[in-house]
T-cell receptor
């Protein structure tokens, strides 16, 4: 168990709908990252938050948005869903424990299926 | 150019044998980190081992070791005495730049993975 929690585990929805994925980082971690894993694109970085502020953006579509709340949990919002958005969405967290590893620990993922 | 290259899409290895999973990387940064993750069929991503670009010794974690050859830009994962539970996808990933002082550049770039199957 990495200590990162994600809900829901599975999500099935229809095209055009909007969903929210939730992530709680490991205790004490300030950074949260979102990744998308799909068959055609592999594992891709979407966005990073640090202590409530957006830090970096990757290949995130304009239909997608995220935020990190004061309690450090994060939500990834996906709207106007398309078939191609079906993927496994991971949240990861990292903290500054004094070393230089800054390892990202991943949650179990949310498997999104768009029908 | 691909930043992380894993050239072995799949490997079959006899139980109890050692296995090496290849990873080469491409970066112009002097400071970077290399990571290996395991993804079993259940889907979760499990951190295995880390190697920093300035680490003088190869990283080891139990049965996992990292054969780091900086000049060749390779970071191969070695699993000793393989077990049936090692059957999974294995991903090599890189973080460019130093953490802490390099905010905004801590994303991981992943390779395409190697599917390892351990044969009893």
């Amino acid at each position: 168990d990495s200590g990162v929690t994600q809900t829901p585990k599975h999500l099935i929805t229809a095209t055009g709908q909007r969903v929210t994925l939730r992530c709680s980082p490991r205790s004490g971690d300030l950074s949260v990252y979102w990744y998308q894993q799909s068959l055609d694109q592999g594992l891709q970085f979407l966005i990073q938050y640090y202590n409530g502020e957006e830090r970096a953006k990757g290949n995130i579509l304009e239909r997608f948005s995220a935020q990190q709340f004061p309690d450090l949990h994060s939500e990834l919002n996906l709207s106007s869903l398309e078939l191609g958005d079906s993927a496994l969405y991971f949240c990861a967290s990292s903290g500054f424990s004094g070393g230089f590893t800054d390892t990202q620990y991943f949650g179990p993922g949310t498997r999104l299926t768009v029908l | 150019a691909q930043k992380i290259t894993q050239t072995q899409p799949g490997m079959f290895v006899q139980e109890k044998e050692a296995v090496t999973l290849d990873c080469t990387y491409d970066t112009s940064d002097q400071s970077y980190g290399l990571f290996w993750y395991k993804q079993p069929s259940s889907g979760e991503m499990i951190f295995l081992i880390y190697q920093g670009s300035y680490d003088e010794q190869n990283a080891t974690e139990g049965r996992y070791s990292l054969n780091f050859q900086k000049a060749r830009k390779s970071a191969n994962l070695v699993i000793s005495a393989s077990q049936l539970g090692d059957s999974a996808m294995y991903f090599c990933a890189m973080r460019e730049g130093l953490p802490i002082s390099n905010f905004g550049n801590e994303k991981l770039t992943f390779g395409t993975g190697t599917r390892l199957t351990i044969i009893p």
